[in-house]
């Protein structure tokens, strides 16, 4: 790795993400360098594929849902299909150490899947049937899921007009933090990132 480039990185981006130290910020590049594994290319050209970033999900934070793993990809990336270590630190630094807004924004992001600004009645029907499937070995019944989107409209839409906006939701999340995840878990659980920390700010290429 050219250290030049490497030290020119660090700097740019710990002028846009606050929440690393220098060194962090230098060991998550390594980490996704070590991801990529494209040796033949530029350090700012290398770019982390929805693939690789979804084994990375599983692997390193113990997530297994498809759907809010190709979401959070998305999150992450700014919809050309390829992040870059930029796009991956400043979505770590949600993940790891985010404060309640970003992550309120975040997760938000991840649940309105047609990028319109609201989360639907059908992206809420969609992503409960997805969770509901993956978590339990009988088959939820249409019906049934509909109903559990009756009650979340219920309970979250105060304008009902069956479509949740940011405001609405974090209206209902600030009431009620449990609803931050209501849709499916798109953050890794806090000893997860502490146990991701401890080994990538110690071993970065592992």
């Known amino acids: 790795?050219?250290?030049?480039?490497?030290?020119?990185?660090?700097?740019?981006?710990?002028?846009?993400?606050?929440?690393?130290?220098?060194?962090?910020?230098?060991?998550?590049?390594?980490?996704?360098?070590?991801?990529?594994?494209?040796?033949?290319?530029?350090?700012?050209?290398?770019?982390?594929?929805?693939?690789?970033?979804?084994?990375?999900?599983?692997?390193?934070?113990?997530?297994?849902?498809?759907?809010?793993?190709?979401?959070?990809?998305?999150?992450?990336?700014?919809?050309?299909?390829?992040?870059?270590?930029?796009?991956?630190?400043?979505?770590?630094?949600?993940?790891?150490?985010?404060?309640?807004?970003?992550?309120?924004k975040f997760c938000f992001k991840v649940y309105y899947l047609n990028s319109d600004g609201y989360i639907s009645r059908e992206e809420i029907f969609d992503m409960l049937k997805n969770s509901l499937h993956q978590?339990?070995?009988?088959?939820?019944?249409?019906?049934?899921?509909?109903?559990?989107?009756?009650?979340m409209l219920k309970k979250m839409d105060y304008d009902n007009d069956g479509k949740i906006s940011f405001a609405v939701f974090e209206k209902a999340v600030k009431e009620e933090t449990l609803l931050l995840e209501v849709f499916g878990q798109c953050l890794p659980e806090a000893k997860i990132c502490l146990d991701f920390e401890a080994l990538a700010f110690t071993h970065p290429d592992f």
């Open 135 to 151: 978590q339990s070995s009988e088959k939820e019944t249409d019906g049934g899921i509909e109903e559990l989107v009756e009650k």
């Open 1 to 104: 790795m050219d250290q030049k480039a490497l030290r020119k990185l660090v700097e740019s981006i710990s002028k846009t993400v606050k929440s690393f130290k220098k060194s962090e910020v230098e060991c998550l590049i390594r980490l996704f360098h070590s991801l990529v594994e494209r040796d033949d290319v530029r350090l700012h050209n290398n770019v982390l594929d929805r693939n690789t970033f979804r084994a990375t999900l599983h692997n390193l934070f113990g997530m297994t849902d498809d759907m809010l793993m190709k979401r959070v990809f998305f999150a992450f990336d700014k919809n050309d299909n390829c992040m870059n270590v930029k796009e991956w630190i400043k979505g770590l630094s949600v993940f790891l150490r985010g404060t309640f807004e970003e992550k309120l």
